[in-house]
């Protein structure tokens, strides 16, 4: 069986490839490691001597992996488990399954927690109103059992080890044993290492009193009934959040996504390029860790964690002005303008007087990127404020007072409705225009009210340039778009 398509359907499988992939001090995990790592060495080497003698390397340790994966039970599993079984654990300190962890509250709490299973159809965001099925975690009382609670933890058939020996079944031990003796010894002592309590308050757990009043009571501290609540942190419900945000935000697809933002063009700075797929981000989120540099000390899951948990954003929404569209002036880029463009065209202009012929001012590469960073900047502000434009419904240009160029209006109303429009549209060069106006507009900024510098023809045409490329990405997920409404339509 190759190595893509190995199968865990035994607790054999399963444990064996806990060693092999979870236990660094184990020799199957190191000899996987050593397998890996020249895998990684053969794809890049291209020395054909060297190239031969690493394959041969792979080859034999990759004999020992499987000779390993075969003896591992009768041997260093077998030493482990038996390691593991004579572990005191005293009774109120043992390990257990749990949503909700008390050391999360407080990091010298002992091992406490909560298990929340049962389901509810609350419409606020709970462990229990959560569809999918949660992932437990395990609490221990020393971060040196954190290996033992990932024992305990590994799952077959929605079945933790934890929970089989608290129901008395030792079956997953069935490969590792040498005898009955050995067997009954590891069944009494596991017992010892786990156990279910009642659900009850602690010394360090932070207590909320809530009293109950009735509506329509009046209220009197006295003879007054109150609540005892115990806010715990829900470890399972932020493994979800965790796991998924990390999947959405730095998953394989994403990876890409972020290589064609930050992908180089044909010059040395870097310039976005089209990727079909969304840029997925979550703005001004925090960071909370836990456990410090001893995450294990709080908790399985938040270990695997490295003991970080996401904080989304609960500010107000900022005040933002209503959206105009631009139909009393003939120039898009008359309506242009923020902070953010005037420090860029500020940097970009003091930069020009420094060298007015244009030559200069590019000839060595490394000004050549300070002026197409300053520019990327500005064509990125420009391409937003064209999007957000774009958002309004289709057809806000039809009007009888409408000032704004036709050209405008194709790039700023793309999907309207009106055929002669985009017949027109699909007929005109006006991403030419648009170019034409975007370096009119900028020559104007930069020569400024004192006039000090002189736009060049050459000044011009490098604009446009510039534009030229960020311009068609931009509206080439539009276009395909268009096309797709336009077949769909016939």
Same mark, same amino acid.
């Given at each position: ?67 390993? #994966? ?55 965001? @709970?462990?229990?109103? *959560? ?18 609670? #990932? ?91 965790? @796991? ?37 981000? %979550? ?21 695997? #964690? ?26 898009? %880029?008359?309506? *242009?303008?923020?902070? @953010? ?25 490394? #000004? ?69 106006? *975007? ?52």
């Amino acid at each position: 069986m190759s190595e893509e398509t190995r199968k865990l359907e035994t607790w054999k499988d399963v444990i064996v490839d806990f060693f092999e992939n979870r236990v660094a001090a184990s020799k199957l995990y190191k000899a996987r490691e050593y397998v890996e790592k020249k895998e990684i060495e053969i794809e890049s080497e291209k020395d054909p001597k060297k190239l031969e003698k690493q394959k041969k390397a792979k080859e034999k340790k990759q004999l020992e992996l499987e000779k390993l #994966r075969r003896d591992a039970p009768s041997t260093e599993i077998r030493k482990w488990i038996e390691k593991i079984a004579d572990t005191n654990i005293a009774n109120g300190k043992r390990i257990i399954k749990a949503s909700h962890v008390l050391k999360f509250s407080h990091g010298s709490s002992a091992s406490d927690g909560f298990l929340v299973s049962e389901k509810s159809n609350d419409t606020l965001l @709970t462990t229990s109103s *959560f569809k999918k099925d949660l992932t437990y975690d395990l609490a221990h009382n020393n971060g040196a059992l954190i290996t033992i609670s #990932r024992f305990l933890a590994l799952k077959l058939l929605d079945k933790m080890i934890i929970d089989l020996i608290l129901e008395g079944d030792f079956n997953f031990l069935a490969p590792f044993y040498k005898d009955e003796k050995q067997l009954n010894h590891w069944k009494d002592r596991f017992k010892n290492l786990v156990e279910q309590r009642e659900i009850k308050t602690a010394e360090k757990a932070k207590q909320i009193y809530f009293p109950l009043i009735q509506s329509d009571s009046q209220i009197a501290l006295k003879g007054l009934n109150y609540h005892l609540v115990v806010p715990l942190f829900s470890s399972s419900l932020a493994e979800d959040v965790y @796991t998924t945000l990390t999947d959405l935000k730095y998953g394989k697809d994403q990876k890409e996504v972020r290589a064609c933002k930050k992908e180089k063009g044909n010059g040395e700075s870097k310039r976005p390029t089209f990727h079909r797929s969304p840029y997925i981000d %979550f703005p001004n989120m925090g960071m909370h860790t836990f456990g410090g540099a001893q995450p294990q000390n709080i908790s399985m899951l938040n270990k695997n #964690r490295g003991g970080k948990c996401f904080l989304f954003s609960a500010q107000p929404p900022t005040w933002q002005s209503q959206l105009d569209p631009p139909i009393y002036r003939k120039s898009l %880029f008359d309506y *242009f303008s923020n902070s @953010t463009i005037n420090t860029e065209l500020d940097y970009l202009r003091d930069f020009l007087l420094r060298f007015k012929q244009l030559d200069l001012s590019i000839k060595d590469p490394k #000004r050549m990127r300070h002026l197409e960073r300053w520019m990327n900047t500005i064509i990125d502000e420009f391409l937003f404020y064209a999007g957000t434009i774009q958002n309004l419904p289709p057809g806000w240009s039809d009007r009888e007072d409408i000032r704004l160029k036709k050209e405008h209006q194709y790039l700023l109303d793309p999907y309207h409705k009106d055929e002669a429009f985009q017949s027109a549209r699909h007929g005109s060069d006006w991403q030419a225009v648009i170019r034409a106006d *975007f370096a009119m507009w900028l020559n104007r900024r930069l020569r400024g009210k004192d006039k000090q510098f002189t736009p060049l023809k050459e000044h011009t045409h490098l604009w446009k340039k510039l534009l030229e490329i960020p311009l068609r990405e931009f509206m080439e997920s539009i276009e395909i778009e268009l096309k797709q409404q336009a077949r769909e339509s016939v």
